[in-house]
């Protein structure tokens, strides 16, 4: 662990009250300090509200990998297209594409892997401990948890990829097993299903009650949280923080897909751009019991209570642009052919979010340039799976001024 000079932090503010920020508040309570959550709008209402809920450390990976830039021009233009890029002439974005296209090599995907690994390591851990000491949501255990294909040869593709993911020294455990066997674990699944890898030792979560019991926890042990507040500037000097004019020792700006607007004055030149997915809910004659995947489509499934969650896409734009109709349809088109039983005219809370995305695949967590100002986001795909490991390593970080070995390959400032 690396010990700093930071000041002491005894009151908090914590902006942003998604998983990672709420997370990040919940650890800073249990080491003794005074926190005041902010947020736009409410709790869970970015990203942390209709994403899959999936806790799935052992296939958290970097998203830019080789295989996305087989998807080609043409296909990533098309909007029934599971990654959808919108014809821009936007330098930001143009400019993240082009740092995500760098880092989709196989080396560079090895280097992040290996950064993500100490935090998919002890992921689960982080939900435990929360849990223990008071919040009342539970996670689920995903057994099982099942990646389905229609044929064995699209199943080589994520048996390649866990090659890789144990390459790099992290585990997955898994069977393999025929259609038949799949339907009778998930007998929602299409017919044609031919082969299904059931992925262990993962779990889920409704995402939403669970961020909402973090925040019950949060305010049952002292803390405030103020919502419909936009913070549009972080003053510091050199005592203190002024934020929505209060003020506190430290800040944490943890405001998902919009984190750059008040991170990049404090040193944090990597981009965190929208990666918007949409999600709804749907009833399903045979509920699945654990999750299902469906990665040459990439469509994800969860149980939420009776119902059945169905999510995916990959939109890189602007995060307030307005949900995209045809998205949901190329949802619904896929997800007919893939499950049995599912009532797909009945659609609920249908939602689009935004994936708090960097271009190299890695979250954004630790100090900035000012030593009273942390950041904690950009996780991508994998921000409810890392939310709670985030907030603890931070947590740490800002009260003992000394950084966990774990995060030095996330360094905001890198
Ligand atoms: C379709 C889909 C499926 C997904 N599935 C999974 C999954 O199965 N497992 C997984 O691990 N991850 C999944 N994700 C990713 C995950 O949802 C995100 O990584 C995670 O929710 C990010 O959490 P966050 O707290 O950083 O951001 P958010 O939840 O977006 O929270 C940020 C908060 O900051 C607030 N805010 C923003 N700006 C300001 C401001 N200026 N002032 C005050 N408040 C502000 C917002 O209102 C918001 O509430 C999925 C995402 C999508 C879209």
Known sequence: MAISDSPRSERVAVLGAGMVGLSTAWFLQEAGVDVTVIDRDGVASGSSWGNAGWLTPSIAVPLPEPSVLKYGLQAVLSPSSPVYVPPTLDPRLIRFLVQFARNCTPARWQQAMQALIPLNTWALAAYDELERGGVTARTQAAE?????????????????????????????????????RARLEEPALADDIETAVLIHDERFIDPSTYVHAIAESVRGRGGRIVT?????????????????????????????????????????????????????????????????????????CTPVGDRLRIAGMMEFRDVDAPMDP????????????????????????????????????????????????????????WGVTLGPVTGKLLAEQIATGGRPDALRAVDPLR
């Not at 090659?163 to 790099?168: G, Q």
């Not at 000097?237 to 750059?260: F, K, M, Q």
């Not at 190329?330 to 609920?348: I, M, P, S």
């Open 144 to 180: 099982p948890f099942t990646a389905a294909f229609r044929s064995v040869a699209d199943s080589r593709a994520l048996l390649e990829e866990f090659e890789l993911i144990e390459a790099s020294g992290q585990s997955v455990s898994f069977d393999v097993v025929d259609g038949a």
């Open 228 to 300: 419909g507040t936009d913070v549009d500037a972080v003053r510091t000097s050199a005592s203190e923080v002024v934020v929505a004019g209060e003020r506190y020792d430290s800040v944490v700006i943890a405001t998902g897909a919009r984190l750059g607007d008040l991170a990049r004055t404090f040193g944090v030149r990597k981009l965190v751009q929208a990666g918007r997915g949409y999600s709804f809910t749907v009833k399903v004659d045979d509920v699945p019991r654990g999750p299902v995947y469906f990665p040459t489509q990439r469509v994800a």
């Open 326 to 381: 045809r998205r949901i349809d190329a949802l619904v088109t896929e997800a007919r052919t893939l499950l049995k039983g599912a009532h797909l005219d009945q659609r609920e809370d249908e939602w689009v979010g935004a994936r708090p995305c960097t271009s190299d695949g890695l979250p954004l967590i630790g100090a900035s340039k000012d030593p009273r100002v942390f950041i904690a986001g950009g996780h991508g795909m």
